[in-house]
Each structure stands twice: as C-alpha cells, then as structure tokens.
C-alpha cells in the first residue's frame, strides 16, 4: 500500500501516524543487529518504515536487499531512499524495478549528498540533477505505482544556508517554489529535515500552503540520544539549535543517560505542540536506536509498551501482492519468515477461506541464512548444545523451555514462548517429561475479548477463539498409544509422519481444519489459523530438518550427543493433534497414562 494511503486511512479514523527511519549498518552483524531492533519496533504498528540511500550510492545493493527484507519478512510497509548521487539512469530502473517486483511501492526521491570526499554534488553522466528530475522520471516511466515522497527542509535545504544567520528569505522561498515543483510533478507526500525548533516547522507548514502545497508535511524528529551525534547531525544539517536547548545540555553533556533522558523529553513536547497544531503525523528518525523513538511514542499515548496490538495472530504481510492474505497453516506459527520465503513465489494468496485460493507449491528454504540469526545461533549454541546421553536428557531441554527457562528453540525464529503458551506452560512441561516433544501449541479459547493482552487480536470489540492444538515428535510405540486412545475420543483429530514419509491419521488428506477465528462487528468471521493435511506435509521436511541443521550439526562430527540427535530425527514422528471441543474439551487429559 502507498504510504499516502495509510496516513489518509489513519486521519479518516482520528488516528496518529507514525513512522521509523533506519539507516543500512557496515557490519553484517551491524545489518543482523538492525533486522532485530526492527522486529521489535514493528510491532508497536508504525504506519511505515524507510531506509536510506548511502551517500554517494555507497549502500545501494545493501539497501535494496534491507528494503526486500524490511517489506516482505519483517512485514513492514516500506520506503526506500533513492538519491541521483553516481547513479545513472539505467541504476535508477534496476533499483525501482527491483522494489517493484519484490511488491514495494514507497519511494523518498532525494537529490542525495556529495560522495564522500567531495563537498558539492555533481551530475553523473546519464543521471539526474536533482530530485524534481527523478520524480518526473518516476512519473513517466511507473505511472501510478509508486508512491513518492520528497524532502522539505524547513530552515531551506543547506546549500542555500551560507552562514550562522540561516538562509536569506529569497533563498528560503526560492527553495520553498522549488518544493513545489517537486510535488507538482508527482511527489504526494513531504517529509522535513530535522529540526529543534518547531515553530520554524509549524512556519514552514503554513508557508507551503500558502503557495498551494496541499500534501501531508510530515515532521522528522530526531530524538537527542547522545550530546556529540546531536551536534554532528545539527551541523551537518545547519539547523537551528535554540539557546534553551543548549542551556539544558551543558550541564548534562557528558552524562549519557541524561541526554538521553532529556531527549526523550524534549522530543515528546515538540511533538504533543506540533499533534496540537492538527498535525496527526510523526517521523521518526531512529539512528538504527528503539528506546528513544518508543519512549516519545509511549509518552504520547500513541504505544503501550506492556500491549502489543495484533490485527491478526500472525504479523500481516505489506507486499502489495499478499496485503489480502488473511490465512495461514499453523505449522509455522513459530516460523513466520520461512512461511513467507516458501510462499513468496505465489500468485494468489488464500483470503477468506484457505481452499479458494490456495497454491499447492511451496518453495525451497531459499533464504535460509537470514532465517538463521547469528544472535539466534549463538544462543541455541550456549542452552542447546550441551552433553546428551539419554532421551532424558533431550526432554529436559525441551520442558525447559516451556517453563520458559530459555530462551531460544531450534524450532523457531521467535524468541521465548508465545504469550498466550502462559496458559498452558505447566502442562507443557510434564507433556515433554512423557516424551512427547512439543514445538508448537496453543490453549483452547472459547469467546475471549479480542483486546485481550495474551489471545487477543484483531483490535477491539470483536471475540476470540481457538481449539486447542499440540505439535510435538514422540516414538513409535508413543504413537500407537495415542492412536489407540484417540479411537474412543470423536473430537480429537491428528497427523502424523515420519521422516520417511510413513504417515497416520484419523482425517482425510483434504480435511482442512480452522483451529482460530474472530468474531467481529460489521465483519464476517475471519479464521486466520488452519491445520491443513497437505501443508503438514511440507512442513515435515523442514521440522524434521531442524533436528540436524539448527541442533546436531553444533556438534563435532563423531559426537555422541549429535548421534542420539541423529537417531531421534531417524526414528520418531511428527504429530499434529487438535481437541475440536473448544468449550468443554481437555486436550492435555489425552495423554494421561500414555
């Protein structure tokens, strides 16, 4: 969706938006670092994400593989930084053609800075002058497909500022019907440069509609994390720092803690004056930080950061091909990338109903390292790899983990237990000590309010509810005696398969099953969550994979703990098994004397 929408929709339902800047790191463990720190900021919900160009073009293919990533895994909508600087004409249509067909439709048109070492911006041959050219080009060539932000500056854009004084009014309106031309060649939104001053934003506002500039003027604040940075960017910027500031930075400048402290501050009451001028848009620029830009957002009221607001019980995809998908399998409930990655070459996404849309083929682990953090390695590392030598000793491990006494599982991208596993940890637990391994479940909910901090999704006025749902690897003989039992209990239904593909079940190969749904007002039920036969038997080859890839292979070759790894992948099943009976039904009353 293009940003400009998002931000309509938002002032249509009284709504602030807010948005996040981040900037491509040098390190691959900087990018890994980063791709962490967005997950957690995504889930507050801000309406958009950008990322920047390099200076000189110096990040463009990391960019365009963060803006990939940022869009399709971290399911964010994204807006990728695109600057004339060392960028001829055909770099320009490989970069917009990539966004395209990786479903992107944001794009921040700047002229971009000089290359490093060089103090003026000069044209490359085949390339663009300045900003208003590539917006044009972007008009030309796309149509309507991209969304295009621009740049306002609001003190004027820094080449025209000589000196301490700012820039002359000439130059300032020169730069203003400059802007102009940026939007009337296409440009739908604005976002500004930095300031500390927001009535020189709140100016600037007005003098752009008095000139009849009628798009969103979005403000870009950059929170004080650290005294030095803050006088770096404000000089490089050539921004005006008001004495006051100055003032109540002096005499804290080498106490980090407190900078930090007083830019959350100040950052909070520059936005509460600009949201009471009817503004209802931030832009936050992070430094690649979280706790400044959540901490302004929390003190705003626009982000509890004790509720994490769900529409769905998985995080929505933003690529524009899949923005209707609203049904997953649950087998990867725990695994959301890999889903997207295996899915990414679809044509239809399943809406509505999993079997109306439905493609049949799922895609290889082709993006497999991102899936596999470094820091997600080197925990499993330091919890999982440790002396094994009994099926005991591999219980321990995973009924550890349900009690939440740690924090990774070879099993899952995500970090700790789902919250809503709090139900059910306990019983969990002693399932593991049975031998019944478990790497995913849910509670059974029976009408939950749909704001509820753990089950809820959705958002507010609408019920939740769940059949219970338990996956876990057990033996052979553990699963003839559940298969047995299960015979003299109608509501409960299951899958099973081996690595070898030796399967049991007691529902048809077809049989899909909705195991979550919502009820909602003016809305028809919506069942976001199914278990379905024939995904089961994809996701097999990857569960049964992890054994070896995420857990074993950390092992020396020859390790006898990666040998009974090894013999527990050979030899056990993987079970899918749901209670139907949401209202009365016990799943866990199942495995009683198994």
């Known amino acids: 969706m293009k940003v400009i929408e998002k931000i309509q929709n938002a002032e249509k339902e009284g709504k602030v938006a807010f948005s996040f800047e981040f900037f491509p790191p040098k390190t691959e463990v900087g990018v890994e670092n980063l791709f962490d720190r967005m997950d957690l900021m995504v889930e507050h919900q801000p309406s958009f994400c950008d990322i920047t160009w390099g200076a000189g073009g110096s990040t463009a293919d990391l960019t365009l593989d963060i803006s990939n990533k940022m869009q399709n895994m971290i399911c964010v909508e994204t807006m990728m930084h695109l600057t004339c600087t060392n960028m001829p004409v055909e770099k320009i249509d490989h970069a917009l053609a990539t966004i395209k067909a990786n479903g992107i439709q944001n794009v921040l048109a700047l002229r971009g800075d000089p290359p490093h070492g060089q103090d003026k911006f000069v044209q490359v041959e085949g390339g663009f002058a300045c900003a208003l050219d590539l917006v044009k080009h972007i008009r030309s060539k796309y149509g309507d497909y991209f969304g295009i932000t621009v740049a306002g500056y609001p003190e004027a854009h820094p080449d025209m500022i000589k000196n301490d004084m700012g820039a002359t009014e000439e130059d300032y309106q020169k730069d203003l019907a400059y802007l102009k031309l940026k939007v009337?060649?296409?440009?739908?939104?604005?976002?500004?440069?930095?300031?500390?001053?927001?009535?020189?934003?709140?100016?600037?506002?007005?003098?752009?509609?008095?000139?009849?500039?009628?798009?969103?003027?979005?403000?870009?604040?950059?929170?004080?994390?650290?005294?030095?940075?803050?006088?770096?960017?404000?000089?490089?910027?050539?921004?005006?720092?008001?004495?006051?500031?100055?003032?109540?930075?002096?005499?804290?400048?080498?106490?980090?803690?407190?900078?930090?402290?007083?830019?959350?501050?100040?950052?909070?009451?520059?936005?509460?004056?600009?949201?009471?001028?009817?503004?209802?848009?931030?832009?936050?620029?992070?430094?690649?930080?979280?706790?400044?830009?959540?901490?302004?957002?929390?003190?705003?009221?626009?982000?509890?950061?004790?509720?994490?607001?769900?529409?769905?019980?998985?995080?929505?995809?933003?690529?524009?091909?899949?923005?209707?998908?609203?049904?997953?399998?649950?087998?990867?409930?725990?695994?959301?990338?890999?889903?997207?990655?295996?899915?990414?070459?679809?044509?239809?996404?399943?809406?509505?109903?999993?079997?109306?849309?439905?493609?049949?083929?799922?895609?290889?682990l082709n993006d497999y390292q991102f899936l596999r953090r470094r820091s997600r390695s080197k925990k499993i590392l330091e919890e999982w790899v440790v002396p094994l030598s009994s099926i005991e000793d591999i219980q321990e491990k995973f009924s550890n983990f349900c009690l939440g006494k740690l924090t990774s599982n070879p099993w899952s991208e995500l970090d700790g237990l789902q919250p809503e596993t709090g139900k059910i940890n306990e019983k969990l637990e002693q399932l593991n000590r049975k031998g019944f391994l478990t790497i995913n479940s849910q509670p059974a909910v029976n009408g939950e309010k749909s704001d509820s901090p753990s089950i809820g999704w959705g958002g507010p006025g609408g019920y939740v509810y769940q059949k219970a749902y338990v996956e876990f690897f057990c033996s052979p003989e553990k699963l003839n005696a559940l298969v047995e039992k299960a015979k003299d209990l109608p509501f409960v239904t299951y899958i099973a398969v081996n690595k070898k593909g030796a399967t049991a079940a007691n529902i048809g190969p077809t049989d899909v099953n909705a195991v979550t749904w919502g009820v909602f007002p003016a809305k028809e039920v919506i069942q976001p969550t199914v278990v379905d036969p024939v995904s089961f038997m994809v996701w097999k080859d990857e569960a049964f994979q992890a054994w070896d890839q995420e857990w074993a292979s950390l092992y020396p070759d020859g390790d006898p703990s990666r040998k009974i790894l090894e013999e527990v992948q050979n030899s056990y099943y993987l079970v899918s098994v749901v209670d139907n009976d949401y209202i009365h039904g016990d799943l866990f009353s199942v495995f009683e004397e198994l």
Request: net charge positive.
């Open 184 to 364: 009337d060649a296409g440009a739908d939104l604005i976002i500004t440069q930095l300031f500390y001053d927001t009535d020189i934003y709140l100016k600037f506002v007005n003098d752009c509609r008095q000139i009849g500039i009628k798009c969103p003027i979005v403000p870009g604040i950059m929170p004080i994390n650290n005294y030095n940075g803050f006088l770096r960017m404000a000089g490089f910027c050539k921004t005006k720092i008001p004495s006051e500031i100055t003032a109540a930075l002096e005499p804290i400048k080498d106490n980090e803690e407190a900078v930090r402290a007083y830019g959350i501050h100040l950052g909070t009451e520059m936005c509460k004056k600009i949201l009471a001028h009817g503004i209802k848009t931030l832009h936050l620029y992070t430094l690649n930080m979280d706790k400044s830009a959540l901490g302004i957002l929390a003190n705003l009221g626009l982000i509890d950061m004790t509720k994490i607001r769900r529409p769905l019980p998985w995080r929505p995809a933003t690529n524009v091909l899949r923005t209707k998908e609203n049904v997953r399998p649950i087998f990867w409930a725990n695994r959301p990338r890999s889903y997207i990655s295996r899915t990414i070459g679809w044509e239809q996404f399943p809406h509505g109903r999993w079997g109306d849309t439905r493609s049949p083929a799922y895609g290889a």
